[in-house]
């Protein structure tokens, strides 16, 4: 046996030893709780605290999943589930439409924004709570289920439903900001992120789009896989994406660029937050690495460890790091972390001056170089090419109005549209033109304060802008769907419309990536 594989052997049965001698540990410790002490114990919950320990003893992302926890995260990764079809709240004790998913079965059956369900299947939904409204709606597909359906100005009445593959999407929102600007709001990266983020771009390109900004803001990231096919999008040129190395030469990979997969016709921004994260860094790492558009924002999170999830016997699973992921420069924008205090591994990051500590710290992270030859810095996160900070500084009643439990602005922006049906046939035409007045602004006003008095009006009229904008959005969206809302909203977003200022950069890089 060479050297180094009788050292490779000599440490594995040496830990296979260890583990044998800590396994009959752990049953004399089960065996004494369980017969000394004072009371019963939930010998699930005992273990699964234990399986989360020894998970807590790698790194801040290797971690334990119970099997009831599992059960969500299977849904969010696999980006469907079967159902009706609907993005709801509980208001005023009913199930309540707030945006039925496109295509699905409640669309199709005619259901709208503002819809309320009185009954489902003959029994009184008054009251319902949430548990209870994914165990009578979510099932089967092909299955039916009968629903008795309030609506605002008519009479209830009744529809039957045949459940069906519910997408989840991870894109949010694809919307056009103005007549060139394109914005794609990417939220996570399931198994179809790439199809959806391609998808996203051609109906922005078939609306005359020039320009594009891609958010990746608290995108927390999932797929590497995903990751790597969503940069290629916007990869022209046959180069390394993302690579990874691990112990196991399994873990170890590149993903190298397809050309002819890729699309280099318009600038592009890429828009990143401290809460974004590891697919969401690659991806923001590929594009600035490679010199094919402006990173904007804030520096990211700094996760740069890949996880391998394995399911185990319960329904329960492990997800533990196998590799490290490299950007094409050779970065590692992984942040240091302590397993002793792994509280200030998260306590940092809402920390006011962060981004000066980045900035003065980076004589100690290690540089690298762009294709293009710019300096980046890794071991801490992706630092954004422009610094635009975060901006909301709203008075406590606007917040409260927002954030009111009986969704406040939705409810007036629908009853609005029910009873004035003033607004703009186009969407085109109310995103450039309509205006919410003094005087719509101060109906909902009064609106609020009959639902709550304590809501101190005077003090969100500070914000009597922001109010417009939001309601405008809400109005919108109850017209014509999540996208247009979101066209809307983002008017109020300073990091946003901050950055469309600096298209002239981003062009450049463009056009040095072009001739490059």
Do not use: C
Request: hydrophobic share 35%; glycine share 8%.
């Amino acid at each position: 046996m060479a050297p180094l594989a009788q050292k490779l052997h000599s440490s594995q049965s040496n830990s296979y030893a260890i583990i044998e001698k800590k396994f009959k540990v752990m049953n004399q410790i089960l065996y004494y709780v369980n017969q000394l002490y004072h009371e019963d114990v939930d010998m699930e919950s005992l273990m699964d605290g234990a399986f989360k320990g020894i998970m807590e003893q790698l790194d801040p992302h290797s971690i334990f999943i119970s099997a009831k926890d599992q059960e969500n995260i299977d849904e969010l990764f696999k980006g469907e589930f079967q159902g009706i079809g609907i993005e709801f709240d509980i208001l005023n004790n009913y199930i309540t439409v707030i945006s039925p998913v496109v295509g699905g079965p409640s669309e199709k059956a005619g259901l709208l924004s503002g819809d309320w369900i009185i009954s489902i299947d003959g029994e009184n939904a008054k009251g319902i709570d949430r548990e209870e409204v994914y165990k009578k709606l979510r099932g089967k597909k092909g299955t039916k289920v009968a629903l008795k359906i309030g609506r605002y100005g008519t009479e209830p009445f009744n529809v039957v439903i045949t459940r069906d593959d519910i997408p989840l999407f991870s894109v949010r929102a694809t919307s056009m900001l103005d007549e060139e600007t394109g914005y794609i709001w990417l939220t996570r990266f399931s198994t179809k992120s790439g199809p959806e983020v391609k998808k996203s771009l051609n109906i922005l390109l078939n609306k005359g789009m020039q320009r594009l900004v891609l958010d990746l803001r608290n995108n927390s990231g999932g797929i590497l896989e995903q990751a790597a096919e969503v940069a290629n999008i916007f990869i022209t040129k046959k180069d390394t994406l993302v690579y990874t190395k691990g112990k196991n030469k399994q873990a170890s990979q590149a993903f190298v660029s397809s050309p002819e997969k890729g699309n280099s016709s318009f600038p592009l921004i890429v828009l990143i937050n401290r809460g974004s994260a590891s697919a969401s860094e690659i991806v923001a790492g590929a594009v600035q690495d490679l010199d094919r558009g402006l990173v904007a924002g804030e520096t990211s999170f700094g996760k740069g460890l890949v996880q391998r999830q394995a399911g185990l016997l319960d329904g329960s699973a492990i997800r533990v790091t196998i590799a490290q992921y490299y950007t094409p420069s050779g970065r590692l924008i992984q942040r240091p972390f302590d397993m002793q205090n792994q509280d200030s591994y998260y306590a940092e990051l809402y920390e006011d001056d962060r981004e000066s500590k980045i900035d003065s710290l980076k004589k100690l992270r290690p540089p690298f170089k762009t294709r293009g030859g710019r300096v980046v810095y890794g071991g801490g996160g992706v630092t954004p090419d422009i610094y635009i900070p975060y901006s909301m500084k709203l008075k406590t009643a606007t917040r409260e109005i927002m954030i009111h439990p009986n969704r406040l602005m939705f409810n007036w922006s629908t009853n609005f549209l029910n009873e004035k049906n003033t607004v703009n046939n186009t969407y085109s035409d109310f995103q450039n033109s309509w205006k919410v007045s003094d005087k719509i602004l101060n109906n909902f006003l009064a609106y609020v304060n009959e639902q709550d008095k304590t809501i101190k009006i005077d003090s969100a009229m500070t914000d009597k802008q922001y109010l417009k904008i939001m309601l405008k959005s809400e109005i919108a969206g109850a017209k014509w769907g999540i996208d247009e809302l979101w066209g809307v909203r983002v008017k109020a977003d300073n990091q946003l419309m901050k950055s469309i200022k600096h298209f002239d950069e981003a062009d450049s890089f463009l056009k040095s990536y072009s001739y490059n």
